[in-house]
C-alpha cells in the first residue's frame, strides 16, 4: 500500500510540474532569435527579463557590457536606468499623498515658498508629475557640467526655473527633466531627508533592491556597464555627460532583477495601496496616454487581445531602458540596453523589439 501511495504521489507529482512547465508555455527560440538579431544589428545590447506575478519567465543577456575588455553583459549587470528614475520619484510622492502629506492638487508654492510664488503657485503637483508644468527646459550645457552645485536641486531651481512657464501648466504634455528635479526636492523638503535616503529607505531597503542607487561620475560601481553607439557598423563610446546632474530624474542605476522586484511591487501594492497606484498609473484626460511618471495606452497584439499597457523609458546617452507593465496579464517586461536604440521605444505602435517579445509572451 505503501508503495502504491508514493507511486501515486510521484504520479500526481508530476502531473503538477508539467502543469506549472506549460502554465507560462510560449516560444522561447522566437524570443531568442528576436533579441539575437537586434544584438547583430547593433539595436540591442544588454538584458531583458519578462515575468508573469512570481516567476521570471524568459531572462536572457546579449552582447557586451563592456567592449574595450569584451566583457559580456550578464543577469547581474549594472545599468543607467535613466528616465526610469522618474517612476521611482513618482512612488515617492504618491507615498507622501497617501500618508496625507502632500496633496496632487496643492500647487509648488505650497511646498517650496522660496520658489518664483508667480509661477510655482500656478503649477499643481499633479502638472509636474505628468511633465505638463509648463517650467522653462533645462539647457543642454547643464547636463555636461562639472559643477557641483547643478547637482543641488536648491541650485538648479534658483539658477534656470525663476523664468516666465512657457505655457499654462496642465494644458499640454513637454517632457522636461526639471519637472522631476523640483518634485525631488519637494520629497526631500516635506519628508526632511535628502532624496537619496528617502529613495533607499522608502523603497529600495523594503523591497530588497540590493543592486539599485544613484550614480555620481565618481563613484566606482561594481558591475556597472559602460554605454555605446552604433552609426555605419561602428561602436562608438558615449559621450560625456554629468549623471549626477539628472537627479531625481534620470540619476538611478539597477539590474533587471532588481526591476523584477520593483514591478512586482507595483502590481501586488506591496508599498502603495490599490487605490493611489491606480491614480498614479491613469492617464490624464487632457494629456492622451500621459500618467503620473508613467505613460498608459492600450495596443492590439497577435492574438487578438488589446491590452493595456504602462511603461516607463529611458535614455541617457549610450544607454536605453524600457519597463512596461501588463496589469491586466500580471506581466512585466524589462529591457536594459547600454547600446543607444529606438526600438525599445514604438511599443504603442505595434513594432520594435519590445513589442515583438511581448507579442511572442501573449501568443497562442
Not at 526610469?84 to 496633496?103: P, R, S
Not at 529613495?199 to 523594503?206: A, D, G, H, N, T
Not at 520593483?262 to 490624464?284: G, H, Q, V
Request: proline residues 2%.
Amino acid at each position: 500500500i505503501q508503495n502504491l501511495m508514493k507511486t501515486k504521489i510521484c504520479f500526481l507529482t508530476l502531473i503538477f510540474l508539467a502543469i506549472v512547465s506549460t502554465a507560462h508555455a510560449f516560444n522561447r527560440e522566437t524570443i531568442a532569435k528576436l533579441i539575437d538579431d537586434a544584438n547583430k544589428k547593433g539595436e540591442f545590447s544588454g538584458v531583458v527579463l519578462v515575468a508573469k506575478g512570481d516567476k521570471i519567465i524568459y531572462k536572457s543577456a546579449v552582447g557586451q557590457a563592456n567592449r574595450e575588455w569584451k566583457i559580456a553583459n550578464a543577469a547581474n549587470t549594472k545599468f543607467r536606468i535613466c528616465s526610469i528614475t522618474k517612476q521611482f520619484t513618482a512612488m515617492l510622492v504618491m507615498q507622501l499623498v497617501e500618508a496625507g502629506k502632500i496633496d496632487l492638487d496643492k500647487t509648488v508654492a505650497d511646498y517650496l515658498p522660496e520658489f518664483r510664488r508667480e509661477t510655482a503657485s500656478r503649477i499643481k503637483i499633479r502638472d509636474l508629475l505628468a511633465s505638463a508644468s509648463g517650467l522653462p527646459s533645462l539647457p543642454d550645457d547643464f547636463y555636461v557640467s562639472e559643477d557641483a552645485k547643478m547637482a543641488d536641486a536648491d541650485y538648479v531651481i534658483k539658477t534656470y526655473l525663476q523664468k516666465d512657464l512657457e505655457f499654462a501648466p496642465g494644458e499640454k504634455f513637454n517632457y522636461n527633466n526639471a519637472d522631476f528635479i523640483v518634485l525631488g526636492k519637494i520629497v526631500a523638503t516635506v519628508a526632511g531627508k535628502d532624496y537619496e535616503t528617502i529613495l533607499r529607505e522608502k523603497i529600495l531597503q523594503p523591497l530588497g533592491m540590493k543592486n539599485s542607487g544613484l550614480l555620481k561620475n565618481d563613484a566606482v560601481i561594481e558591475n556597472l556597464a559602460s554605454g555605446y553607439g552604433f552609426k555605419d557598423g561602428k561602436y562608438s563610446r558615449e559621450s560625456f555627460l554629468q549623471i549626477q546632474n539628472f537627479g531625481a530624474a534620470g540619476a538611478m542605476y539597477s539590474t533587471a532583477e532588481d526591476l523584477f522586484l520593483w514591478d512586482r511591487a507595483l502590481l501586488a501594492n506591496k508599498i502603495l495601496s490599490k487605490k493611489y497606484t491606480d491614480e498614479m498609473f491613469a492617464p490624464l484626460p487632457k494629456l492622451g496616454f500621459v500618467a503620473l511618471g508613467s505613460w498608459t495606452y492600450s495596443t492590439k497584439f497577435a492574438d487578438g487581445k488589446t491590452r493595456k499597457l504602462t511603461e516607463r523609458q529611458g535614455y541617457i546617452n549610450g544607454f536605453c531602458a524600457l519597463n512596461i507593465i501588463a496589469p491586466d496579464d500580471n506581466i512585466s517586461a524589462i529591457f536594459l540596453s547600454n547600446t543607444e536604440t529606438q526600438t525599445l521605444f514604438r511599443t504603442y505602435a505595434a513594432q520594435g523589439l519590445s513589442y515583438q517579445v511581448l507579442n511572442a509572451i501573449f501568443e497562442k
